[in-house]
């Protein structure tokens, strides 16, 4: 079975007593130790299915099943349970507490648990280390470059060794050196079998992927491996 | 790490915005805080003027025979029935339970003698323990030294025609006036006081007495109290109250509490809204913060113990500061409110406790709302913007 499986999913947004269909008819399966690039234009829907791949945002219709679990029929409160034993999530902008040291941004998820202070330390230096973030816990968030705040924030998500790695938009706000660097780590990551779904604009990204899907006005226009997304991107101009 | 960590940076970051929520909340109980110990200040002081003015329980002997009156209490038939009220009376007085209430005791013989022709009431009295008792007395001369000397009221001095350092004749004794009392505007003026026991012996009622003035601090005890046990140990006697001395007191007190009260709830509202304020515009400005919270899994639960662990820590911090600067406050305000010379400061730990208790409890009941609403808050929401 699957790791994720997305079951006819469909979101629908009402504003001001306008109905917009941000995603209908979803269907995709993502196994294990895929790394998944999630291509489109601007209101095509890709930050509204990583929200819903990641347990955040309840679709209008359908159903989410990720390790045989039915996500969205879960309780309010073991949905939040959810996101923090299955689901990194690395926003666009990085999205650090600006007040919280690297390390204490990194050890945030496990704040909640019942892992001890020394064990949260460990967990977070060993992360910083494997990330190249080492000699650098103690600093602030807005003491550190783009790269770096990226890197903590991917340190954060993985902290807790999740089963999936959701990005939203991960090199959007860094210089295509340093970009190529974070995508660089996401392959290597997923080398060691971490599976990575990301939300990008840039094609580039798409070639550090094993499969890239694209999205256009809510629809899945290819849910191909990467051959099929060359030739989908050939024929329309990508 | 822990949640508490992320309230402790939280507030650091804060910094001018967490000073203003603490004062706010201290200069709340810092009021209520100084309300309470001035209180406590004038009404001791109210009741120490009001013990030392004179006695507030009247013990006299249970008599259907024709009533006297002295000191406008009514002291039932002495001439007669003088016998009912005994020296061996006093100590059972001093032998009730809430006996540490008991200030003065001071016994009373009154009779009539004959001087030099004229029909004189005499009073035979425990000088030391009247002299305590009628602190407003002022005597032209000296207090009496031995059972030889006398005083005599302003009246009585002039009806007798002698002054302080004459003698007088009574009952064959030769006794020496040692002062004249200033003018009391009561019946002490018509009386010659001279010592209990030369009184007793002179009007032949050896032990015996005509009433007991007692003077009671009801401060930390009901009058009732007192007055039921001493006439339990006195079942002979008829033990009074002067009820109006103590309503007045209590009057005065009930009128002061009652004010405290609203201007404490008054102030302790302006402090829960400050802290509700404060709170609210903290869950909108940290929208962000908490939909990350949300997103990387953390419960509602976990969001309201942030905030509620942040009104806990300020709360605490203004009920200490509070505490304090009460009694600060009331050690400078308490003695021109109260007219006493140096106000004390009474440490008293379950005002301290029950002040640190109070700021937390606004503190956390004027987070509820704020911290309801950010738990509810929809993580896409707050992330839509991110």
């Known amino acids: 079975m699957s790791l994720i499986e997305a079951k006819k999913i469909s979101k629908i947004y009402e504003s001001a007593g306008e109905t917009v269909n941000a995603l209908m008819d979803i269907d995709l399966n993502i196994e294990r130790g895929e790394f998944i690039s999630i291509m489109g234009p601007s209101g095509s829907g890709k930050s509204t299915l990583l929200t819903i791949l990641g347990g955040l945002n309840h679709p209008t219709k359908g159903e989410l099943i990720v390790d045989e679990i039915s996500v969205y029929k879960l309780p309010m409160e073991r949905l939040a349970d959810f996101r923090r034993e299955f689901i990194g999530f690395i926003f666009q902008s990085f999205q650090l507490i ?27 230096e060993e992360i910083l280390e494997k990330i190249g973030l080492k000699g650098k816990e103690k600093r602030l968030p807005d003491q550190l470059s783009g790269g770096e705040q990226e890197r903590v924030a991917i340190a954060r998500a993985l902290v807790n060794c999740p089963p999936i790695l959701l990005a939203d938009e991960p090199t959007g706000n860094l210089d295509s050196k340093t970009g190529r660097e974070i995508m660089n780590l996401f392959k290597d990551l997923n080398k060691e079998g971490q599976t990575i779904i990301i939300v990008t604009h840039n094609p580039e990204n798409t070639v550090f992927s094993t499969r890239t899907l694209f999205l256009k006005d809510g629809r899945m226009e290819n849910n191909g491996g990467n051959e099929e997304w060359k030739n989908y991107s050939h024929h329309n101009s990508l | 790490m822990r949640l508490r960590n992320i309230s402790l940076n939280n507030l650091k ?27 406590r200040m004038m009404n001791e002081d109210i009741s120490m003027k009001l013990d030392e003015f004179g006695a507030n329980i009247i013990i006299i002997p249970r008599s259907d025979d024709l009533s006297l009156s002295y000191g406008g209490m009514n002291i039932g038939g002495i001439s007669i029935d003088g016998q009912s009220l005994k020296d061996s009376d006093i100590p059972k007085i001093r032998q009730i339970e809430v006996r540490e209430n ?54 009585a001095a002039v009806r007798l025609f002698k002054s302080t350092g004459d003698s007088l004749q009574i009952n064959g004794n030769i006794v020496r006036i040692s002062g004249v009392l200033d003018e009391t505007g009561s019946q002490d003026d018509y009386l010659v006081l001279g010592d209990l ?19 009671a601090f009801c401060n930390t005890c009901p009058i009732e ?39 404490s709830i008054i102030v302790l509202l302006i402090g829960g809204l400050i802290v509700f304020t404060n709170m609210m515009a903290s869950v909108n400005e940290r929208k962000r913060e908490i939909g990350i919270f949300r997103a990387i899994g953390f419960r509602k639960s976990h969001i309201v113990r942030i905030i509620f662990l942040e009104a ?65 808050m929809d993580p896409t929401t707050a992330l839509r913007a991110l």
């Open chain 2, 197 to 215: 026991s030369f009184v007793q012996e002179a009007i032949k009622k050896p032990g015996a007495l005509s009433l007991i003035e007692v003077s």
């Open chain 1, 98 to 124: 600006p007040y919280l040291t690297v390390i204490e941004n990194v050890m945030l998820p496990l704040s909640i648990t019942d892992k001890s202070n020394k064990e949260q330390l460990r967990m977070a």
């Open chain 2, 225 to 263: 109290e007192i007055v039921k046990q001493i006439s339990a140990k006195l079942p002979h006697a008829k033990v009074t109250a002067i009820k109006q001395t103590l309503q007045t007191k209590m009057e005065a007190l009930d009128h002061f509490k009652k004010f405290s009260v609203g201007i």
């Open chain 2, 312 to 376: 806990l820590i300020v709360g605490l911090i203004a009920g200490i500061l509070g505490y304090g600067l009460g009694l600060g406050v009331s050690h400078l305000i308490g003695p021109i409110l109260t007219g006493m010379k140096g106000g004390k400061i009474y440490i008293d730990p379950l005002l301290a406790v029950g002040a640190v208790f109070l700021s937390s409890l606004i503190g956390i009941l004027s987070s509820a709302y704020p911290a309801v609403k950010a738990s509810k």
């Open chain 2, 102 to 155: 008991i200030n003065i005791v001071s016994p009373k013989l009154i009779g009539v003698i004959e001087i030099e022709g004229k029909k004189i009431p005499i009073m035979g009295v425990r000088f030391e323990e009247e002299f305590r008792l009628k602190k407003w007395w002022k005597i032209h001369g000296a207090k009496p030294k031995s059972r030889d000397e006398v005083l005599l009221g302003n009246e």
């Open chain 2, 13 to 39: 970051r804060r910094k001018a915005k967490v000073f203003f929520l603490i004062l706010g909340l201290t200069i709340g109980i810092t009021t209520v805080v100084t309300l309470i110990s001035v209180i």
